[in-house]
């Protein structure tokens, strides 16, 4: 038996912390791309492996760090806990710690993406008189947004199936941080094998869908 | 008019690279050519005047205006220095019209939107180059020849100061070849506005050539007055390999 709640609650919370954790990290994302493109050498170098680390890190490692930081004695959390805000076992406390997982595929993409943007068309750009800034928006993003698009949706699939650091930052409360993965989890330890089925394939349906995309989108060039 | 001194040492694959040029052209000196075999610094040099990339020591000056003195920490970045610069291969914009990549110099943020006034103006530099009715195709949608036309447009579009123009015609078949030159030769000497050519077509040198700047291993070799071989046609082949090699003794 199963009860329509148990799978639509998860579900939607976990589209809604897939999509924030992509955008989120989007941003931070493309802005170190944009930085990094450019540098290289020593900082940069060591910045490029932090900026990396979230993807070989195991999840319990990045939810422990987060409890360190955002914790209630964490370095963050005691500020915010002075000012009446909470993220452990809260849902924003999951955007959290999914933006940190996907943070790599995104800005791993969206840096060779941007690499490998011609870098003539960004100099005819500055010659003709765009601010770096300007170049960056007008001509780099433009050239280089399918492969960040194709980026983002891997990290859009990966967000959805996150568990680790969820689980260690905000908690398996079902209805209020049950994700997906968690739901899967906590329906297969209570012997709800039904339950884990559907939510086994809602999970591998949406994921295909969500990869075969973004594999169409960087097999598709464009004409030069 | 134009005093060039730079100096900059390259590494490319473990492979250094020491550009070291320096010259100075008048006014009276008309049209310059830059002519040397591949990788001898022509484009580096064009890069340079451009403010693409900072030298390690050197002075640019363009009319009054100076764009680099290393001796007083002066850099005009790459926005401000107001050239027309033609780039190998016209890197055009893929994403964007001809009428957008040509208003592209005086455009903001939304480069797909093109306001009133800017339209008429970017009108009328298209009409100067009779390439009016591409103004809503993209570059994959026009010929070599147009896009050439495009490309020299659009560095015209910012009223340039000084118009670098990097082997303008190696993309273009021969025959039309020789019709884009006198074309080009035709709208240079129209608009006033000096010129600086790079290429390794001696029929380019023939053809435009007041001035000739021989590049050899990041240095500018000779610089010689060409006029007299431009109008008297004599054939320059030999000559210019001469040049190179340095074995020619006439002055």
Known sequence: MIIMSEIWHPLLLSLKVASLATLFSFL????????MARRKGGFPAILDALCTLPLVLPPTVLGYYLILVVGKRGVLGSWLDSVGINLIFSWQGAVIAATIVVFPLIYKSCR??????????????????????????????????????????????????EFGATLMIAGNIPGKT?????????AFQGGNDLRATVLVLITSGLC????????????????A | MLKVHLKKEFTQNERVFNLDVNFEIQKE??????????GAGKSLTFQGIAGLYTPDEGFIQVEDTVLFDSANKIFVPARKRRLGYMFQDYALFPHLTVAQNVAYGK???????????LREKVMDVLELFSIADLAPLYPYQISGGQKQRVALARAFSI????????????ALDPLLRHKVRSEVQTMLSSQKIPSLIITHDPEDVQ?????????????????RNFRKYKETGTHITQLLLNLLQGTDSET
């Open chain 2, 159 to 170: 009223d340039p100061c000084l118009l670098c123009l990097d082997e303008p015609f190696s």
């Open chain 2, 29 to 38: 000196d008309g049209m310059c050519v830059l002519f040397g075999s591949s």
């Open chain 1, 28 to 35: 931070f994302g493309v802005y170190f791309a944009w930085y």
């Open chain 1, 178 to 186: 049950q994700t997906l993965a968690l739901a899967i989890y906590d």
């Open chain 2, 207 to 223: 053809f435009f050539a007041d001035t000739l700047l021989l590049f050899k291993d990041g240095q500018v070799k000779t610089i």
């Open chain 1, 112 to 161: 060779a993406a941007l690499e490998q943007v011609d870098n003539r068309m960004e100099n005819a750009a500055r010659t003709l008189g765009a601010s770096e800034f300007r170049v960056f928006i007008t001509v780099s993003i433009p050239l280089a947004w399918r492969g960040m698009l194709a980026g983002l949706m891997l990290a859009f699939a990966r967000g959805l199936g």
């Open chain 1, 208 to 223: 295909i869908v969500v990869l075969v995309g973004s594999e169409q989108l960087i097999r598709r060039r464009v004409h």
């Open chain 2, 107 to 117: 455009n903001g943020y939304f480069v797909h939107y093109i306001r009133q006034e």
